[in-house]
């Protein structure tokens, strides 16, 4: 199923505090502005959407912009997708809500101008597109992580919705991915259990640093074992990031420098 281009989109209660934020982990605005209350950042491959007082539900959404709302709308039911809005709408755009088995909002939105109500930033949509983003190694690679309360009844939602599971095997943990979004599913793994922002095998030294010099604060300092090195943060709002590489991931030529590394006591 063609969902669209994704973003995790996230509520916040001061945008230009989430900004600044994010801007310190290294993000780049995309679109948007602080003066509509929503703005659109990446870096690498991890795209997020900032929005102060629009959400509604007031929490955590997946986005998924410009698929066709009414053919998606139509397929869903005919899978026994239950709609909690929609498809709704008018020619300034449609739209359509839905929820996974946890509760977590998925909304499908096809808008032919953005910001129609701020002149300042009305632009047009950008087309639809499929290309995924490269992930920044520096940061590393970005899953949207969702913990679950029976990870088989929520990976057979997600294949419904056209995601592929990308490892055969799993237990209590899977991930998943459709076009440009890549999600994980944790049953009884995630600490906090609410759904956290991962970003697997990047520098964790060079993260680490940011976060001290830049003053962002720990919720969990560095921590260093033998299967790998991890910390987490979390932003304005609470939301969890979490910054894990893991020995068992790492490409053979990453594991000989590091391991170079460690014998000179440099990190």
Sequence with gaps: MDLGYFETSLDVQDIRRSVA????????????GVDVRTVSMVRGDCKLALYQGYLDPAGTQLI????????????LV????ALERG???????????????????????????????????????PAYRRATPKPDMQIGWFNLSLPTADIHR?????????????SKDY??????????????LYQG????????????????DVMAKTVL???????????????????????PDGHPLYFINMVKYRRPADRDKRAAAAANNIT
Aim: net charge negative; aromatic share 12%; charged share 30%.
């Design 87 to 125: 498809p709704m709408g008018d020619d300034k755009g449609r739209a359509l809500m839905f929820r996974d088995p946890d509760g977590n909002p998925i909304f499908l939105i096809n808008m032919p101008v953005r910001y129609v109500n701020d002149p300042g930033y009305e632009r047009e949509m």
């Design 78 to 81: 005919a899978k026994g997708i």
């Design 154 to 166: 929520s990976v057979a939602f997600y294949q419904l919705l056209g995601f592929e599971l990308m």
């Design 64 to 75: 998924f912009w410009q698929g066709d709302i009414e053919a998606i709308g139509r397929e």
């Design 189 to 204: 793994h995630l600490d906090p259990a609410e759904i956290q922002l991962i970003f697997w095998q990047g520098h964790i």
């Design 171 to 184: 237990d209590t943990d899977a991930t998943l991915s459709n076009g440009d979004c890549r999600i994980s």
């Design 213 to 235: 010099d830049r003053g962002l604060g720990f919720f969990r300092p560095l921590k260093r074992a033998d299967d790998g090195e991890a910390f987490m943060l979390k932003d």
């Design 21 to 32: 934020f994010y801007e310190a982990l290294g993000f780049k605005q995309l679109d948007g």
